[in-house]
C-alpha cells in the first residue's frame, strides 16, 4: 500500500533570507528650554555698570577741559592799592638802607593786602637773598615770573641766586632770558652794560675764557651806564687763563685808571679806601705778569705803586708783604720817603697810574686764580 506524501499547506513556514537594510538613523527632536543663570545677568550687569562709570569719567573730564575757570570775585579797592603801594615804597626805602627785617614785614604786608605787583615780588625774593633765606628768595622770583614771564629784573635776580648757589648752568640760562626780554622790553632798573658784564662773569667761572671776554668787552662797547673796574679786571684774569699776558697788562692797567677817575667822587672814606686797596691788588697781579714775562724793571715800578698804597692805608701786613717782594728785584728804590703824613690813598692811586711796558713772547705764568667776587643784588 503506498503511502500518500502529504502536502505542505501554505501555513507552513519557509526559509527566507532576508537582506539586511540600513536603517535611517532616529532624530529626536530636542526642544532647548531657555534658562537663564543668574551668574551671567550678574555678569552683564557688571560690565554695564563699569561702561557707564568710564563714560561719565569722559564725560566730566571733557567738561573740565572745556569750561572756563571761575575767577574768584576779589575787589581791589583803590584803598588797597594804596595800601600796597605804601608798604611797597616802605620796603623799598628800608631794603636800601640796609634794613632787611623791617623791608620783609613791609614788602609781606604789600603782598597781603591782594594788590602786589611783580615788582613787589621781586624786591622780596631781593630782601630775602640778602638775609640768606634763598628757598623764599627763588619762590618769590618764580612767582614773579609766572605774573609776568618777560621781566628781565626777575630773570637777573634769579640768575644770581643760582650763581649764590653755584648752580652755573641755571645761572647763565637766566641771565641769557635777562637779555632777551631787557631787549623786547627794557628796564629801567637794568642795562645791557651789566647783563653782559653778569654773563661774563658767569663763564669766567665756568672757565669759559673766550665766552668771558668777549662779553666783558660787549660790556665795555655799552655807551650807556658807568665803566666798572672789575669789568676790566676780571677780563684781565680772562685773558691769563688764555696766555695773553700783555693785553692782561693792560687791562689791570685800565682798572687801576677807572679808579683813579672814580675814587674822589665816592662819598665816604670807606668806599675810597676799598677801591685803594683793589688798585694795590691790580698793581700787584700787574707786577706778577710782567715779572713772568722777564719785565724786572716794569714789574719793580707795579710793586712799588702797590707799596706806596699800602703805606697810605697804613696797612702794615701789605707792607711786609711788598717790601719783601720789591727786595728781591735788583736794587729797588722803596718809595716809602715821597709819602708824607697827609698823604691818601685816593690821592697816591691818582699819581700811581702807569703805562704797561712793552711784553715780549709770553710764558706760562704762575698768578693766582681766579676769585668769585661778590655779585651786587639790583634794586627796583
Not at 631794603?95 to 620783609?104: F, S, Y
Not at 647763565?172 to 662773569?201: C, E, F, H, T, W
Not at 716794569?298 to 702797590?306: G, H, N, P
Not at 718809595?335 to 698823604?343: D, K
Amino acid at each position: 500500500m503506498k503511502k500518500t506524501p502529504v502536502k505542505k499547506t501554505s501555513n507552513s513556514k519557509k526559509s527566507v533570507k532576508v537582506r539586511p537594510v540600513a536603517s535611517k538613523p532616529t532624530v529626536k527632536t530636542v526642544t532647548k528650554k531657555t534658562c537663564v543663570s543668574p551668574w551671567s545677568l550678574s555678569i552683564y550687569v557688571y560690565w554695564f555698570v563699569i561702561l557707564f562709570f568710564i563714560a561719565a569719567t569722559f564725560y566730566i573730564l571733557g567738561r573740565t577741559h572745556n569750561a572756563q575757570p571761575e575767577v574768584a570775585n576779589v575787589e581791589i579797592t583803590e584803598e588797597i592799592l594804596l595800601q600796597a603801594g605804601d608798604y611797597y615804597e616802605s620796603g623799598k626805602t628800608k631794603l636800601l638802607a640796609g634794613n632787611v627785617d623791617e623791608a620783609l614785614a613791609d614788602l609781606t604786608a604789600a603782598i597781603d593786602a591782594g594788590a602786589a605787583s611783580v615788582d613787589t615780588y621781586v624786591l622780596r625774593g631781593e630782601a630775602f637773598m640778602q638775609a640768606g633765606n634763598y628757598r623764599d628768595a627763588l619762590a618769590d622770583f618764580n612767582t614773579a615770573l609766572s605774573k609776568d614771564p618777560s621781566s628781565a629784573v626777575a630773570y637777573y635776580d634769579r640768575s644770581l641766586l643760582h650763581a649764590r648757589l653755584e648752580d652755573y648752568a641755571a645761572a647763565l640760562n637766566d641771565i641769557n632770558n635777562a637779555l632777551a626780554a631787557n631787549v623786547s622790553n627794557p628796564s629801567s632798573a637794568l642795562q645791557m652794560r651789566d647783563l653782559y658784564a653778569k654773563r661774563g662773569q658767569i663763564n669766567l667761572w665756568t672757565k669759559n675764557w673766550e665766552g668771558a671776554v668777549a662779553d666783558y668787552t660787549n660790556s665795555l662797547a655799552r655807551p650807556e651806564g658807568i665803566v666798572s673796574p672789575e669789568v676790566y679786571a676780571e677780563r684781565a684774569e680772562a685773558y691769563t687763563a688764555m696766555g695773553n699776558y700783555d693785553d692782561a697788562v693792560k687791562d689791570y692797567a685800565s682798572a687801576i685808571r677807572v679808579i683813579s677817575e672814580q675814587i674822589q667822587g665816592l662819598p665816604t672814606k670807606a668806599e675810597r679806601e676799598s677801591l685803594s686797596s683793589r688798585a694795590m691788588n691790580y698793581f700787584e697781579k700787574s707786577a706778577a705778569l710782567n715779572l713772568q714775562q722777564g719785565l724786572t724793571e716794569a714789574a719793580r715800578t707795579d710793586l712799588e705803586s702797590a707799596y706806596t698804597i699800602a703805606i697810605a692805608l697804613k696797612d702794615s701786613e701789605s707792607i711786609s708783604r711788598l717790601k719783601a717782594l720789591i727786595t728781591e728785584l735788583v736794587s729797588p728804590t722803596l718809595p716809602a720817603e715821597a709819602v708824607t703824613e697827609e698823604a691818601t690813598a685816593e690821592t697816591v692811586v691818582q699819581e700811581s697810574v702807569t703805562q704797561p711796558a712793552e711784553a715780549p713772547a709770553p710764558v706760562q705764568p704762575d698768578v693766582a686764580g681766579t676769585d668769585a667776587p661778590t655779585e651786587p643784588v639790583a634794586q627796583n
